[in-house]
C-alpha cells in the first residue's frame, strides 16, 4: 500500500469521486429525505483520518449484507451518524457489491453458512438455478425454505470480515495519502526558495 503510485491513489479517489452521491442528491431522494436532518451534518461529509476508514467499513457490510441498492445506500446514510463515518466514502464502498458480484457473494455466503455453521443449504441447488435463469419465485422459495439461515449467517461474516479489512486498508492508505501531500507541499516550497534564492544572487 504504500509503495502504490501517485496515480493509482488519484485514479482511486476519482472513482470514489464518480460513484459517491453529493450531498444535495442524497437529500433529494425520497428515502432519505424524512431523515436529512440526519444525514445533512457537515462533519458525515468530512474527510478526516477517522471518517474515512470508518465509512469505508460501514460501506462495505451495508453494502455486502443487504445486497439491496437503495437499501445499502439509506443504510449508510443512516448508521453514518452513531459510527461517524464519511458518508460519500461508505456510499460508494456498497458499489463493491453488484450485479456483477452478487451471485458469488451469495454462492460464498450459502457454502460459509453451511461450512462454518453446520447448516443444511444445498449450495450445488443454486448453480443449478443460476445457469438455467431461475424465476423471482423460484429464488423466493428456495431462499425461504433451506437456504436463508446460511445465505444471512454467511453474509454476516464475510461482511465483517469484509468491514475489518477495508477498515485496516482505508487507514493505510489514508496515512500514505497524507504523507506523499505533505511531501509534495515541502518539495514545492522547497523548490519556491532555491528559485528565490537563485534569483537574488548577483551575477559574476
Request: hydrophobic share 50%; glycine share 8%.
Amino acid at each position: 500500500m504504500s509503495g502504490g503510485k501517485p496515480r493509482d491513489k488519484a485514479a482511486l479517489m476519482n472513482w470514489i469521486r464518480r460513484n459517491s452521491p453529493t450531498r444535495e442528491e442524497l437529500l433529494a431522494s425520497r428515502f432519505i429525505r424524512p431523515f436529512a436532518h440526519r444525514v445533512a451534518h457537515s462533519h458525515l461529509w468530512r474527510m478526516t483520518r477517522t471518517s474515512v476508514p470508518r465509512g469505508t467499513a460501514l460501506g462495505l457490510f451495508v453494502g455486502i449484507f443487504f445486497l439491496l441498492p437503495g437499501v445499502q445506500i439509506l443504510g449508510v446514510a443512516l448508521l453514518a451518524l452513531p459510527f461517524r463515518a464519511n458518508i460519500p466514502i461508505g456510499a460508494a464502498m456498497t458499489f463493491l457489491s453488484n450485479p456483477a458480484t452478487t451471485p458469488f457473494i451469495i454462492a460464498a455466503s450459502v457454502w460459509l453458512g453451511d461450512s462454518m455453521f453446520g447448516l443444511h443449504a444445498n449450495v450445488a441447488t443454486f448453480s443449478i438455478m443460476l445457469d438455467k435463469g431461475a424465476s423471482v419465485g423460484e429464488w423466493t422459495r428456495w431462499v425461504v425454505s433451506d437456504a436463508a439461515p446460511a445465505l444471512i449467517a454467511g453474509l454476516f461474516v464475510i461482511s465483517l470480515v469484509s468491514a475489518i479489512v477495508g477498515y485496516l486498508l482505508a487507514t493505510l492508505f489514508w496515512d500514505n495519502w497524507i504523507r506523499l501531500r505533505w511531501r509534495r507541499k515541502l518539495r514545492r516550497s522547497r523548490d519556491k526558495r532555491l528559485e528565490t534564492s537563485t534569483s537574488d544572487t548577483p551575477a559574476g
